[in-house]
């Protein structure tokens, strides 16, 4: 699933090419909106919310996407091919210049701009928010530390607590603690894990690249995600499942580095 720093880089390209403009196409392929037509609508502009998308109309309304697991957004020149097959299409939407295809959007809802809460309002603190400051800090760290009994791995990913971390981030920001994901948020210095999981995040924001070693190095972009040997000691890396059904992720830890 797509971390928040994808999401906010999507935001950020969707809104340059969108942001102002009328648009000639508008079509939704999905089951729930199939009658929505949104051409001659204006973009406002295009805003994340965690791993929420939200691109708001001139006229009061919202299209909501959450992209899950392969959901993804393409920007085209009118005209070009795209490099997706047609029966992934969910999404056109055409302006004078550009045309941005939504491929695999599972979860689209067209809704009230007032309404964004129904959609959004669980979310805690988003790590990306422009306005960060001591407030949004003090309320993540609140959330945080609610349940100081709860796995931080399993607490790092609950988007209620605060807005943008996944499966990538959860596990490298374990790691630089210096702690299993299995350790009690009690036990871990809960601060220093929101001010790493903000630093990760905003380091990646602006390139589709995503490193948390500091190296944009082949095989030396993570410490542990996705690896099978520490990139710090070179021990074996322990793969374990976190989570229940759907929400179940894949986490890795190194037993030597994170007791």
């Known amino acids: 699933m797509p971390e928040g720093d994808t999401v906010f880089l999507t935001c950020h390209r969707l809104h340059e090419a969108l942001a102002g403009q009328v648009l ?38 919202t299209l909501h996407n959450h992209l899950r697991m392969d959901g993804s957004w393409h920007l085209y020149s009118p005209g070009a091919r795209w490099r997706r097959p047609a029966h992934q299409v969910r999404a056109v939407l055409a302006a004078a ?72 981030y959860r596990t490298e920001v374990c790691f630089l603690l210096g702690r299993s994901p299995r350790t009690p948020v009690a036990e871990v210095d809960a601060a220093r894990a929101i001010h790493l999981c903000r630093e990760l995040l905003l380091r990646n924001a602006w390139h589709p690249e995503q490193s948390t070693t500091s190296s944009m190095r082949r095989g030396s972009e993570h410490w542990v995600y996705g690896r099978r040997t520490c990139l710090r000691c070179g021990g074996p890396v322990h793969r374990s499942t976190r989570g229940d059904d759907v929400e179940a992720r894949v986490t890795y830890h190194c037993p030597r580095c994170q007791p």
Do not use: Y
């Open 97 to 168: 210049e550009r045309v941005a295809v939504g491929f695999n959007l599972h979860d689209l809802r067209w809704l009230p701009t007032s309404a964004e809460s129904r959609l959004i309002g669980h979310l805690g603190p988003d790590l990306l928010d422009p306005g960060w400051g001591e407030e949004h800090e003090a309320e993540a760290l609140r959330r945080l530390c609610a349940d100081p009994g709860r796995e931080i791995g399993l607490a790092l990913l609950d988007q209620r607590v605060m807005a943008g971390v996944g499966n990538l």
């Open 24 to 61: 000639t196409r508008g079509e939704l392929r999905h089951p729930r909106l199939s009658t929505v037509d949104l051409s001659g609508r204006r973009v406002r502009e295009v805003r994340p919310a965690g791993k929420h998308l939200l691109i708001r109309f001139d006229d009061g309304h």
